[in-house]
């Protein structure tokens, strides 16, 4: 899934969007084995690796209040540093007709600062709006 997130990534309208993009959960997890992708300080302290987060959020994206599951990238995200393997993520984004006291069940375990209701950063240029019925809820770490 690498090559095809590079792939999306490479989209020149993506270069300067602010806030950072968003992309589909998928795309940032399979074949991810980057510790440091997503919530880097909480790796080691209680944060479950990749593929437990992975596996997590595909079992929540599979909910049937649950229309969709995005993560969004760091501001960082197209440094070069990054060029040849995931870029850092800093945010997952639940399209859902639950609430954030019920989503915050769904992340237990994950060493997530919580559930917020909303775009902590504001709505990144690629996402697509909730369908009806639907609001976002970001699970944020520091």
């Known amino acids: 899934m690498l090559?095809?997130?590079k792939a999306l990534l490479a989209d020149p309208a993506l270069q300067d969007c602010d806030p950072p993009p968003a992309v589909d959960y998928r795309l940032f997890f399979d074949g991810n084995a980057d510790e440091e992708s997503l919530a880097p300080n909480?790796?080691?302290y209680g944060r479950p690796p990749m593929a437990e987060l992975y596996a997590r959020f595909a079992q929540i994206a599979q909910r049937p209040?649950?229309?969709r599951v995005l993560v969004g990238l760091?501001?960082?995200w197209d440094d070069p540093l990054f060029a040849d393997g995931f870029p850092p993520a800093e945010n997952v984004?639940?399209?859902t007709t639950a609430s954030a006291a019920e989503a915050e069940a769904w992340i237990?375990?994950?060493e997530?600062?919580?559930v917020i209701e909303g775009w902590p950063y504001g709505k990144p240029c690629n996402a697509p709006?909730?369908?009806a019925g639907y609001a976002v809820l970001s699970v944020c770490w520091d």
Do not use: K, N, R
Request: aromatic fraction near 12%; charged fraction near 25%; glycine fraction near 16%.
């Open 112 to 114: 997530a600062d919580g």
């Open 65 to 67: 209040e649950v229309e």
């Open 108 to 110: 237990g375990g994950l």
């Open 93 to 95: 984004h639940i399209f």
């Open 74 to 76: 760091h501001y960082d």
């Open 42 to 44: 909480q790796w080691g």
């Open 129 to 131: 709006e909730p369908s």
């Open 3 to 5: 090559a095809e997130l």
